[in-house]
């Protein structure tokens, strides 16, 4: 069985009601799951209660953050670990849905934010599996960081992702110049069982603990970014740039055309865009991409190009 993972806190209720009931619209009887990851029982509850007109038992699970994480490190470290998270919250919560995901023997885990929607007719278990496929190919595309971008967020990303990993590790990456390629946003950010009990294994060791792990990530901690730099350095992944296609966009920032560029220069196939660019280009989603599934970032409209008015 797969999961698609979903971090959720109350505010991000009407999102979460906007993509379930995308899901609606699908005729498909799946065995892949909805996972929300609550923050605490009390945001479990709200979620269960306000969701239940919904009917989608059996999809959708809840699961409660901060139980595992005393599950993980005690009761007395939970207030360190989540309620003085900061900025570092999203990640926590996600990197500790993932060790949920692991205990329960999901074969693939999808992380995802809430602010997606669901394509009609989408079969969720058809999706998980192109995600996969996508995945045991064991190459990972991804923009070259050019100068332009050194004041944005990007560069920090990749840098205090990789910040994570042993010093002999960061050198062997930054000598292959992993660090000025960026992935995050290009695929969902996909995770199969084995490499993730390596993944944590590994974390474990080379901060002291599960603990210590948690404690070092922050807000430029990204799930995808950290685990896709793992895959690289200890799962013969491979990180390659999609310039040579003549793009410079970063993942986000790509149009409906530029992602058939990329499919015919360099093989890949999508499976989810941002919204803008369905919007942007209505006919030519679907048409090139049909095995396009779900579209992100509904909660951004930068780069949406609105048509001349009506004489």
């Known amino acids: 069985m797969n999961a698609i993972i979903i971090p959720v806190h109350p505010p991000k209720i009407i999102w979460v009601i906007s993509l379930l009931n995308s899901l609606r619209l699908s005729p498909h ?16 509850g709200f979620f269960a ?11 959708v699970a809840l699961i409660n953050v901060e139980h595992q994480a005393r599950y993980c490190f005690g009761h007395q470290e939970v207030d360190k670990t989540l309620e003085n998270a900061g900025a570092a919250i999203i990640n926590r919560k996600k990197f500790l849905a993932l060790h949920w995901a692991l205990q329960q023997g999901f ?26 496929a996508n995945y045991d190919r064991n190459v990972q595309w991804g923009s070259t960081l050019v100068a332009e971008l050194d004041s944005l967020a990007y560069p920090e990303i990749n840098e205090r992702s990789l910040q994570l990993f042993s010093a002999e590790d960061q050198s062997t990456a930054r000598a292959a110049g992993l660090n000025r390629i960026y992935t995050w946003f290009l695929e969902p950010p996909c995770y199969r069982l084995d490499d ?15 603990r210590g792990f948690f404690d070092a990530l922050s807000w ?8 896709t730099y793992f895959r690289a350095l200890h799962c013969n992944t491979q990180i390659l740039s999609y310039a040579k296609a003549g793009i410079a966009h970063i993942p986000e920032w790509l149009s409906v055309e530029q992602l058939s560029v990329l499919r015919h220069s360099i093989g890949f196939e999508p499976v989810w865009a941002t919204l803008v660019s369905s919007l942007n280009s209505p006919t030519s989603l679907q048409a090139y991409f049909p095995q396009c599934g779900i579209l992100y970032h509904c909660d951004r409209m930068n780069g949406l190009e609105v048509g001349a008015a009506p004489a």
């Not at 799946?30 to 996972?35: A, L, P």
């Not at 209660?49 to 999809?59: I, N, P, V």
């Not at 390596?198 to 599960?210: I, L, N």
């Not at 430029?220 to 685990?227: A, I, L, T, W, Y």
């Open 29 to 44: 009887k799946v065995e892949s799951r909805i996972v929300l990851a609550c923050s605490n029982h009390a945001d479990v």
């Open 196 to 210: 993730l009990q390596r993944f944590f294994q590994y974390m474990a060791e080379v901060h002291g603990s599960d």
């Open 107 to 132: 074969q693939y885990s999808i992380v995802v934010d809430s602010d997606i929607l669901f394509l009609p007719e989408v079969n969720l278990d058809l999706l998980v599996d192109k995600v996969a």
């Open 49 to 59: 209660r306000t969701l239940s007109s919904l009917k989608l038992d059996g999809l």
């Open 220 to 227: 430029h901690s990204f799930d995808g970014v950290v685990f």
